[in-house]
């Protein structure tokens, strides 16, 4: 497969957006998990590492209730920007779009123990789920083809992280 490079008005799977057209407007910079989702191969993980990166540094000693409003906020922004930026990319969920994977970490690392091996096992552990996508994650991620679709499937995917976490919390393994 060949990648284009987009300066304009992007389309097709096979479109890499620049970043001039990324950071020219503020849904496709949150979209694309502040540049990160330029960044290949693999731009879901940069996404997921950015995503612990700001939770370590912005949002590890949030109270409970706030921590839940900015997921709930970023979830549905991230509707908002997805649904934006598949549609002028002409692909629905683009692989720079990345922000579904910075959301989705932040509850894995919100509900699991604060510790860095703890932490570095969650993220582990949701990039295989997100990689792997078992059912029901491939279910969301086939049916819902739009910006909820987009963050959804990872969402499903943190909630198999952590219980696989909670397992391994309740087995001693980790603290």
């Known amino acids: ?6 300066s304009k008005a992007p389309a097709g799977p096979a479109v890499r957006p620049s970043a001039a057209w990324v950071f020219a407007r503020p849904e496709r910079i949150l979209a694309f998990g502040l540049g990160s989702g330029l960044v290949y191969p693999a731009p879901g993980t940069w996404g997921t590492l ?3 990166l700001l ?3 912005l949002l590890r000693d949030l109270a409970d209730g706030w921590m839940a409003l900015v997921l709930l906020l970023s979830f549905g922004i991230g509707c908002w ?3 934006r930026c598949g549609d002028a990319l002409g692909v629905p969920d683009h692989s720079g ?3 579904d994977e910075i959301v989705a970490i932040w509850l894995v690392l919100w509900l699991m123990p604060h510790g860095f091996w703890a932490q570095a096992v969650s993220v582990v552990l949701f990039r295989f789920f997100d990689i792997v996508k078992p059912p029901p994650v491939s279910l969301f991620d086939r049916r819902f083809k739009n910006g909820f679709g987009v963050m959804i499937d990872d969402i499903v995917a943190a909630l198999y992280a952590l219980l696989v ?8 393994v980790l603290s």
Do not use: P, S
């Open 1 to 6: 497969m060949t990648h284009q490079t987009a």
């Open 50 to 52: 950015v995503g612990w």
């Open 81 to 83: 920007a997805a649904q």
């Open 165 to 172: 976490g909670a397992l391994l919390v309740r087995l001693g």
């Open 55 to 57: 939770w370590a540094v």
């Open 97 to 99: 779009i990345n922000w």
